[in-house]
């Protein structure tokens, strides 16, 4: 299951939400201020560099932007 980071707003904080492939985006909330208009992180993760060859190992996930639920449409 991935673990994908959110940014909240208004704490101005970023936060990790393991995320169920069943599981609605609108579900997610800010544990800390329970807002649900979060972004994802996605810039983050691949920006870090670190896992980028841990990343590109796994056949199911989106080359370009690191998107664990699978590759890009566009
Ligand atoms: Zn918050």
Redesign the pocket.
């Known amino acids: 299951m991935p673990i994908l980071e959110f940014y909240?707003p208004?704490?101005d904080?970023v936060f990790e939400e393991l995320v169920r492939s069943s599981q609605k985006k609108s579900s997610i909330a800010?544990p800390?201020?329970k807002?649900k208009q979060v972004s994802r992180q996605v810039s983050v993760f691949s920006a870090r560099g670190a896992s980028a060859e841990k990343a590109a190992s796994v056949p199911s996930a989106c080359g370009r932007c690191g998107d664990p639920n699978g590759p890009c449409a566009s």
């Open positions: 909240c208004n704490c904080e800010c800390t201020c807002n």
